[in-house]
T-cell receptor, first 115, second 116 residues
């Protein structure tokens, strides 16, 4: 069965620090990859997604992620975080060849940015 | 952009009663909707896939008789928690996938269910 693993459960950074959140998945076929953010009290919002093409994907709010197929990874990065980036971050995967379309989520990473 | 409306946002009910949660896609048609459950400080666990005009597909371990799903139209799916118990208290989130798949997945704002 497909699974998604996020290695960092709780990350605390100071403003302007660089961020990298790890995400690995277990599925050997074609996948679509997503990063979602959930701000306190709000619903999930899409940060970025990868379907095909350039493995370096740029998303909203200065976030980017790199798909490394050989490592089954899709790590999220941001060069300089802001206090407003404090939120819960979820990596998600669905099988690209499947028409069921269900997303499988990682455990989530809580990011706390100190002003 | 695509919007999914989920209602109610919060509900408190007594043990043994049933609660219905609605999920509507406001500006697009969704042949497929998904229902997730999120425990505090944990990830979203997929409960079932709701297909318009057909039976829902439940994930392993999810009781279909307890969590009734109806997807009667291309813009509405409902989740009914039947005979609710305190252990059903959780945050329930729906997601809709636009028919062509281009827009991807849009999430509702969630429903906080508390069973007392």
């Amino acid at each position: 069965a497909q699974s998604v693993s996020q290695h960092n459960h709780h990350v605390i950074l100071s403003e302007a620090a660089s961020l990298e959140l790890g995400c690995n998945y277990s599925y050997g076929g074609t996948v679509n990859l997503f990063w979602y953010v959930q701000y306190p009290g709000q619903h999930l919002q899409l940060l970025l997604k990868y379907f095909s093409g350039d493995p370096l994907v740029k998303g909203i709010k200065g976030f980017e992620a790199e798909f490394i197929k050989s490592k089954f990874s899709f790590n999220l990065r941001k060069p300089s975080v802001q206090w407003s980036d404090t939120a819960e971050y979820f990596c998600a995967v669905n099988e690209g060849s499947s028409n069921t379309g269900k997303l499988i989520f990682g455990q989530g990473t809580t990011l706390q940015v100190k002003p | 952009g695509a919007v999914v409306s989920q209602h109610p946002s919060r509900v408190i009910c007594k043990s043994g009663t049933s609660v219905k949660i609605e999920c509507r896609s406001l500006d697009f048609q969704a042949t497929t909707m998904f229902w997730y459950r999120q425990f505090p400080k944990q990830s979203l666990m997929l409960m079932a896939t709701s297909n318009e005009g057909s039976k829902a597909t439940y994930e392993q371990g999810v009781e279909k008789d307890k969590f009734l799903i109806n997807h009667a139209s291309l813009t509405l799916s409902t989740l009914t928690v039947t005979s609710a118990h305190p252990e059903d208290s959780s945050f329930y989130i729906c997601s809709a996938r636009e028919e062509t798949g281009i827009r991807g997945y849009t999430f509702g704002s969630g429903t906080r269910l508390t069973v007392v």
